[in-house]
């Protein structure tokens, strides 16, 4: 080819640009007082917080849940209809503060999302960018706040290498500011929240469990999972709920009653290359 040009057209609203991303350095024993401190300061009306394991998720709900916050839990060793009726719960504005896994961090849209935080930093570099992508979408400007202990700044580096972003280091939130956000939350704690209109209830009324017998022994990833779905006419992101990805096989929720269009189109439809076998399950299992 003579004289090549490269072309590269940027996106009108790239999601960057929405989210302001920000961590505090902070050692473990601080973090829940400064996860106060940021909640008086920001006053969110929904947040999810993200932590590495679901002892951590339990551990954290009951300090939160204890602080007076009405909250909810969420992390791969629920049920899946306890998981999807957290979901719907949290969406319908029941409690304002998700606790989970990276089990939330994929699969799960909700348009509103103003506050992500990653209590634990993410195991690795494309986890961040799908907690951090819960927030600031369809046109909403979000924050993605990471706590961050003086023996992980190395892994916030990897991080930042990955994104091509420096995020910038944060101050203990003070003053009046939080003094005010504090009494303004404390009140607020003692009227229960409004109930939102849910209006994707009717849609995930009917909700299929489908088997992959691939997982992460087979290098299989969410990831793959979402873009085989993707492709499928008729079905968009909001008919996907939680893909949970273990060792050996890997599950996804299929919501609106479009099961069966999935199971048909997964009998041709190649992921990571391959065919895979799949099955419906009513109930969660071991692979």
Do not use: W
């Amino acid at each position: 080819m003579l004289n090549p040009v490269k072309i590269e057209v940027d996106s009108a609203n790239p999601a960057a640009e929405m989210i302001q991303q920000v961590y505090y350095e902070v050692e473990e024993n601080e973090k829940f007082n400064l996860i106060n401190q940021i909640i008086y300061l920001k006053k969110p009306d929904s947040c999810i917080l993200f932590c590495n394991t679901r002892e951590k998720v339990e551990a954290v709900f009951a300090k939160i849940k204890s602080a007076g916050y009405f909250c909810g839990s969420l992390h791969g060793g629920m049920e899946q209809r306890d998981r999807l009726h957290t979901i719907q719960r949290f969406k319908g504005g029941e409690f304002q503060v998700l606790i989970a896994t990276d089990v939330a961090a994929r699969g799960i849209h909700i348009d509103d999302m103003p506050l992500v935080i990653n209590y634990d930093i993410p195991l690795d570099n494309e986890s961040y960018v799908h907690r951090i992508g819960r927030t600031g979408r369809i046109g909403h400007e979000g924050t993605a706040i990471t706590l961050v202990t003086s023996n992980e700044i190395s892994t916030l580096q990897q991080i930042e290498e990955y994104i091509h972003y420096k995020i910038p280091k944060q101050e203990f939130p003070t003053g009046k500011d939080v003094e005010i956000g504090k009494m303004i939350l404390q009140n607020n704690s003692k009227i229960r929240p409004k109930v939102k209109n849910n209006k994707s209830e009717k849609l995930n009324s009917e909700i299929t469990k489908i088997r992959i017998n691939a997982g992460k022994k087979a290098k299989m990833r969410p990831g793959d999972i979402l873009g085989a779905l993707a492709n499928i006419a008729g079905i968009s992101a909001a008919d996907i709920g939680i893909i949970d990805v273990q060792e050996t096989c890997s599950y996804v929720e299929i919501l609106g009653d479009k099961g069966d269009l999935v199971m048909d189109a997964f009998l041709d439809t190649k992921i990571k290359g391959k065919i895979h076998t799949i099955k419906k399950v009513n109930f969660r299992r071991n692979c």
